[in-house]
C-alpha cells in the first residue's frame, strides 16, 4: 500500500508564500510523475505543476513564474514553492504520484490567500 502524505498548508496573506510537501511512502519500486492538483469550491480539480522522476516540469499558465515545483527522489517527495499568492490560488490543493505505474492521490491539504 502507497500513502501520500502532505504538509505545509495554511492561511496567507496576498503577496505572500508557503510551501506544500508531498512524501510518498510504502512499497514503492519507483516514483513516476508528481504533480499537484487543486479544486476551489464549485470549480472542477485543475492541474497546477507537474515533474517527471528525470526533473522535466510543466505548469499551469496561471502560476507561471510564482509557483515552483521540485522534488528529491531519494526521499519520494515533491515540494510546491508559492510565492506572489493571490486570493484565486485559494483551494485544496491535491498532490499526485504515479507509483509503480498507478496514480495515487493525497487526503488534500487546504491553502486561504486572505487578507
Known amino acids: 500500500q502507497v500513502q501520500l502524505v502532505e504538509s505545509g498548508g495554511g492561511l496567507v496573506q496576498p503577496g505572500g508564500s508557503l510551501r506544500l510537501s508531498c512524501a510518498a511512502s510504502?512499497?514503492?519500486?519507483?516514483?513516476?510523475?508528481m504533480g499537484w492538483y487543486r479544486q476551489a469550491p464549485e470549480k472542477q480539480r485543475e492541474l497546477v505543476a507537474a515533474?517527471?522522476?528525470?526533473?522535466?516540469?510543466d505548469y499551469t499558465d496561471s502560476v507561471k513564474g510564482r509557483f515552483t515545483i521540485s522534488r528529491d527522489n531519494a526521499q519520494n517527495t515533491v515540494y510546491l514553492q508559492m510565492d506572489s499568492l493571490k486570493p484565486e490560488d485559494t483551494a485544496v490543493y491535491y498532490c499526485?504520484?504515479?507509483?509503480?505505474?498507478?496514480?495515487?492521490w493525497g487526503q488534500g491539504t487546504q491553502v486561504t490567500v486572505s487578507s
Open positions: 499526485n504520484a504515479n507509483v509503480d505505474m498507478y496514480i495515487y
Open positions: 510504502g512499497s514503492i519500486v519507483s516514483v513516476l510523475r
Open positions: 515533474i517527471t522522476s528525470g526533473g522535466r516540469t
